[in-house]
RNA sequence: GCACUCAUAGCUCAGCUGGAUAGAGCAUCGGUUUGCGGUACCGAAGGUCACAGGUUCGAAUCCUGUUGGGUGUACCA
């Protein structure tokens, strides 16, 4: 439910009474309990401009306010603020609609739009490493939220299956004359091999940059040989998005290639609205403001980065129909993004109405601050990485004679990949974070185990008692109260999180929530001796309506739960 | 050089369209229990929000400058 628009209009309705002609600002939550549930500050905005006291304004809207439905208690505190307060009874209604429904009141966005969501973006030549983690989970998500909100989210793996090395990874693989899946179990390997005959071999290199010139020109033999390779690479990628459990697949993929033929028409249409200019022999796009160009055609006649990604643009725009476009790629690219934003938007490539947006991360750093790699300086494998978070994850689980050998790794895998994606999620997608296995596996603080293990918890709950939860919920003491609310709040973070595309304002919500249950369970006993029956099935309802909200939050952000720790 | 970005507690991070005494977790110190999962809960201590100005009823948040870090800067992706 929509909380927040819930009181906006209470609000509204008062300013309509009290005859004040302003467009009244939105409530935000309260800053602190004290504070009430929810705050209206417009009182101070809108003094000047009615030539009157704050104090003087707030006291006319309480006037109006009505405070039988919504709202139950309105108060002025220090220079104008308004403190509100919910009402105990509409919130138990709203929990108890919330708990009957499937989506937990979260509404079906009545007019959806297409979301084009650009994310993972693998390079074919390579395997995939730590740096396309942030770009996977974080996609993936929006994707997730995108739908839950009712939108048509569309993924779209750009893959990088294109250009120049291609043609010496397969004069190579020909070379070597066997199916290849041997020796294409380490793409590092195979690459480094490639590379080592290229530059020792004239001929071979020669026969490499022949194979580019002939996978572009259709060549069959060069073309089959291409296929294959691609095919086991996007293998991997595979096994590593069947490992982080995200949903991409291959008809998400629209790599590089498939925006070729399309090329030349980028510059041409580019060519005809008078946008190009060449320079040093290469055809360039040349912004106001802008130092360096953007380059569309080589000097030689290729094609580059920018010009795929324009017809992708293009793509996206008139034959998808996206209206909101999102690359989730890492923020060094910022300038490329904004370059070629404004080029498709000059060139009308896409409406004006389409919204274009780079959603920018940062690094993952190791604990001295430096970008994350292995031992020796390189790379680390995501592969590596999530098969080492299991391990790890299974250090963690007590008791584990009590599980199968099955039931112990299915577990290990829910929390060892759930920690790895919650602690890159939590973040704010913009800055640099520290990678960190203890606290990633910790069940302390804001991690996915804290999470989990409040909902097993839970669920532990509803193991004992077995039975059927009747009669209404009441709203007793205060933490019970806030907890209601906390839960009621769900989809206004919902819209919030999708606005910004910040995942991290799920689990600061989530953490926020579970918190509050686990003050509120310390506090109120519900399967204790001595609880009426009334009061149980009332916290018995909050307690089951928790849990949903934690496996739909969790969910969202592609990490699983487990009825048992 | 220019552009972008970041700077919040000892450490790791929140802080949403400017709002009240800037919040968490870890670490430190102390407390709660014959416990519905203590892998929990409560409390204490810890801050010149890098620095200096400005805007205003009000600034960690907006603007300008300074310092320090990161990143990007024409035919790679």
């Known amino acids: ?230 095919d086991i690479s996007l293998g991997h990628c595979e096994e590593v998005y069947n490992k982080l459990d995200v949903k991409l697949t291959r008809e998400d993929v629209k790599a590089e290639s498939f925006y070729n033929d399309d090329l030349p028409n980028v510059v041409e249409k580019l060519q005809s609205k008078e946008m190009l200019q060449q320079s040093d022999g290469a055809q360039c796009v040349f912004l106001e403001g802008d130092e360096v160009p953007v380059i569309v055609q080589k000097s030689d006649g290729g094609y580059l980065y920018a010009t795929t990604d324009l017809a992708a643009l293009w793509y996206r725009a008139n034959i998808v129909g996206a209206k909101r476009i999102s690359y989730v790629v890492d923020a060094r690219q910022s300038g490329h993004f904004k370059q070629i934003f404004r080029v498709a938007k000059e060139a009308g490539f896409v409406a004006d109405d389409v919204m274009l947006e780079h959603i920018a991360f940062g690094t993952m750093m190791n604990k001295g601050g430096k970008p994350f790699k292995t031992r020796d300086g390189g790379t680390v494998k995501l592969i590596d990485l999530l098969d080492e978070a299991v391990i790890k994850a299974k250090e963690t689980i007590n008791d584990k004679e009590s599980y199968s050998k099955e039931e112990l790794e299915a577990l290990a895998k829910v929390i060892g990949i759930g920690a790895v994606k919650y602690a890159d999620l939590s973040i704010n997608r913009e800055s640099n974070y520290v990678f960190n296995w203890d606290k990633m596996l910790s069940f302390e603080g804001n991690t996915s185990l804290y999470m989990q293990y409040a909902y097993a918890r839970i669920q532990s709950i509803f193991r004992r008692f077995d039975g059927e939860i009747k009669s209404d919920i009441i709203i007793g003491d205060r933490l019970e109260h806030r907890l209601s609310v906390m839960l009621l709040r769900f989809e206004d973070m919902l819209i919030r999180t999708a606005l910004d595309a910040a995942p991290n304002q799920i689990t600061t919500y989530l953490y926020d929530l579970v918190t509050l249950f686990m003050r509120f369970y310390e506090q109120n006993p519900i399967l204790k001796d001595g609880v009426d029956e009334q009061t149980k099935m009332s916290r018995l309802a909050l307690a089951d309506l928790t849990a949903k909200t934690i496996k739909q939050g969790l969910d969202i952000l592609g990490i699983q739960v487990v009825n048992k720790l």
């Open 1 to 230: 439910m929509k909380l927040k628009l819930q009181i906006n209009q209470v609000i509204k309705d008062a300013f309509i009474k009290a005859n004040i002609e302003h467009k009244p600002m939105s409530v935000c939550e309260s800053t602190k309990p004290e504070f009430g549930d929810y705050q209206f500050n417009g009182a101070m905005a809108l003094s000047k401009k009615l030539g009157k006291k704050p104090r003087e304004i707030a006291t006319k809207i309480i006037e109006n306010l009505n405070l039988s439905g919504v709202l139950i208690k309105a108060e002025i505190a220090g220079p104008g603020f308004i403190n509100l307060w919910l009402n105990p009874l509409w919130i138990a209604i709203q929990c108890h609609n919330a708990l009957s429904d499937d989506r937990l009141s979260v509404e079906v966005r009545k007019t959806p739009i297409k979301v084009v969501v650009d994310y993972s973006g693998p390079n074919m030549a390579k395997q995939m490493h730590v740096g396309h983690l942030r770009s996977t989970i974080i996609g993936d998500t929006l994707v997730n939220l995108f739908t839950f909100l009712g939108d048509e989210a569309i993924r779209q793996n750009h893959i990088g299956d294109w250009g120049t090395q291609f043609g010496m990874l397969i004069a190579y693989l020909e070379e070597i004359g066997e199916d290849g899946s041997v020796s294409l179990n380490d793409l590092e390997q195979f690459y480094k091999d490639a590379k080592g005959r290229f530059d020792a071999d004239a001929d071979f290199a020669n026969r490499a940059r022949e194979y580019v010139v002939k996978i572009q020109s259709g060549d069959a033999h060069c073309l089959q040989l291409w296929q294959k390779f691609i």
